[in-house]
């Protein structure tokens, strides 16, 4: 069928996320049943590829079926996807997605902490990821994996060193529990980070960071008893498992949930968009950026100058003296 042969083609050859994956296929489905009520042959479905029958999808999807517009475009980017892998393949002469318009989307500012609330964060758990902690650690020797308190002091430091990642780095999640021993080259101070597409690009280490990663990789050797190779999971239970996403999604909740100030979602993402904020608003160009954050293009990183630009709104507002003086400079009405 040709919805298959295309999920074979963005999982073999684009090389898309098993999650995408499922996501295309889904909305090829929903398509399918919409446009092809008796049945979703081949033929059914080259027929169904017009921009009338794709208009009356995106209608569906708004009205009937209430989705934003965001969801609706996501579907609408799906079928073009489809529509040009069948170009590709002789079966279609035109997409007939792009003669359909799109329903207008509210740009979103990405969400981010303030300073503030991290270095009060890396403040208060300074003691887990410092050499004291693991002297202690080191100190329960073989037993340490099966000490209630070498264990806790354990998940307390490998808390500290997700967040200390995720903050410094702004990396994803899944490219987080992808990390492998080997990743950190602590000697060139860089990250090693297979992001999406299988595209891997180097971050580089703050002084603080490479630290910190080498005390940690000192006490998992303690935990687990023995060291391990450069492909083995660079973060781990104090039993030697790997992460798995939720488990990084709980530490974030539970490690920021202390404080105060952060009010807000608790996420991996937002993580990323406080470091890639904190470096527009100090003065790195938005390709670095891009670069740092394994976006495939620019337009990705764009969304981030909002921020920027809110914060010059107030500066301005507060510092300008027409704008301190309600528009004028002392004029009498």
């Known amino acids: 069928m040709l919805k298959d042969s295309y999920i074979d ?22 398509f399918i049943e919409f446009s092809c009520p008796d049945g979703g042959s081949d033929e059914a479905l080259k027929e169904a590829l017009t921009p009338v029958m794709i208009r009356n999808y995106e209608v569906y999807l708004m009205d009937d079926r209430a989705e934003d517009p965001r ?20 079966i279609i002469l035109s997409n007939p997605v792009r003669l359909v318009a799109r329903p207008k989307t509210a740009k979103r500012i990405p969400v981010f902490y303030r ?9 208060n758990t300074e003691q887990d990821a410092g050499e004291e902690n693991l002297e202690v650690l080191q100190a329960f020797g073989p037993s340490a994996g099966k000490d209630k308190t070498a264990i806790e002091m354990y998940r307390r430091r490998l808390s500290r060193m997700i967040i200390s990642l995720l903050s410094n780095t702004g990396i994803r ?4 529990v992808g990390l492998k021993v080997g990743s950190a080259d602590l000697g060139r101070k860089v990250l090693k980070v297979l992001g999406k597409g299988d595209k891997m690009r180097e971050i580089p280490l703050i002084n603080s960071l490479c630290n910190e990663i080498s005390l940690y990789l000192q006490s998992v050797d ?11 999971p660079l973060l781990v239970t104090e039993k030697g498992r790997k992460l798995y996403p939720v488990y990084v999604d709980r530490v974030i909740k539970s490690e920021l949930g202390g404080i105060k100030s952060i009010t ?3 996420s991996p993402h937002v993580l990323r968009h406080t470091l ?10 938005l390709y670095s950026i891009k670069e740092l954050l394994g976006h495939s293009s620019l337009a990705a990183t764009q969304v981030y100058t909002h921020n920027s630009i809110e914060k010059l709104k107030n500066v301005y507002n ?9 528009g004028n400079y002392g004029d009498s009405d």
Do not use: W
Not at 173 to 176: C, H, K, M, V
Not at 222 to 232: N, P
Not at 276 to 285: I, Y
């Open 318 to 326: 507060n510092a300008h003296p027409r704008a301190k003086s309600g």
């Open 173 to 176: 999640r899944s490219e987080l």
């Open 222 to 232: 303690t935990m687990v008893g023995c060291q391990r190779s450069a492909d083995d």
């Open 9 to 30: 083609y963005i999982r073999e050859i684009r090389r898309y996320s098993p999650r995408t994956q499922d996501i295309y296929e889904s909305v090829i489905d929903g």
């Open 71 to 90: 969801t609706v475009n996501l579907h609408l980017s799906v079928l073009s996807g489809f529509c040009r892998y069948l170009i590709r393949k002789d």
């Open 264 to 266: 807000g979602r608790k």
């Open 115 to 123: 300073d503030e609330s991290m270095e009060e964060y890396f403040k």
């Open 276 to 285: 890639a904020t904190e470096l527009l608003n100090n003065g790195t160009d």
